[in-house]
C-alpha cells in the first residue's frame, strides 16, 4: 500500500505558476512510477505528466508540454509538479498516482494507488 498525499495547490492568475508536491508513504517510493492527473468540473480524468522510477523517462501531455515539469526525489519521497505560464483551462483537481509503468500511466487504468487532490484554480 502506497498512501499519497497532494499539496501546493491554490489560487493563481493567468500566466502565473504553482509548484505542486506530493507525499509518499507506505511501499518503498523509488520502486513505482510515479504520475499526475487532472480533472475538471464535468469532466472526466486525464493524464498530465508521468516519470519512471529513476526519473530518467518522462512523458507529458500535449496541452502541457513546456509548461508543466514533472520530477521526483526519491530521498524525500516526494513527486513535484511544477506549473507556469497557467491558462483558465489548467483549473482543475490535480491528482497524484503510483503505477509500475510511466509510460502506460497515461492509461488511468494502469495508476494503483492515487492520492485524494488538490484544487488549482487559474482566474483571467
Known amino acids: 500500500q502506497v498512501q499519497l498525499v497532494e499539496s501546493g495547490g491554490g489560487l493563481v492568475q493567468t500566466g502565473g505558476s504553482l509548484r505542486l508536491s506530493c507525499a509518499a508513504s507506505g511501499h518503498t517510493f523509488s520502486n513505482y512510477a510515479m504520475g499526475w492527473f487532472r480533472q475538471a468540473p464535468g469532466k472526466e480524468r486525464i493524464f498530465v505528466a508521468s516519470i519512471s522510477t529513476t526519473g530518467k523517462f518522462i512523458y507529458y501531455a500535449d496541452s502541457v508540454k513546456g509548461r508543466f515539469t514533472i520530477s521526483r526525489d526519491n530521498a524525500k519521497t516526494t513527486l513535484y509538479l511544477q506549473m507556469i505560464s497557467l491558462e483558465s483551462e489548467d483549473t482543475a483537481v490535480y491528482y497524484c498516482?503510483?503505477?509500475?509503468?510511466?509510460?502506460?500511466?497515461?492509461?488511468?487504468?494502469?495508476?494503483?494507488?492515487w492520492g485524494q487532490g488538490t484544487q488549482v484554480t487559474v482566474s483571467s
Open positions: 498516482a503510483a503505477g509500475h509503468s510511466a509510460l502506460t500511466m497515461s492509461d488511468l487504468a494502469t495508476a494503483t494507488y
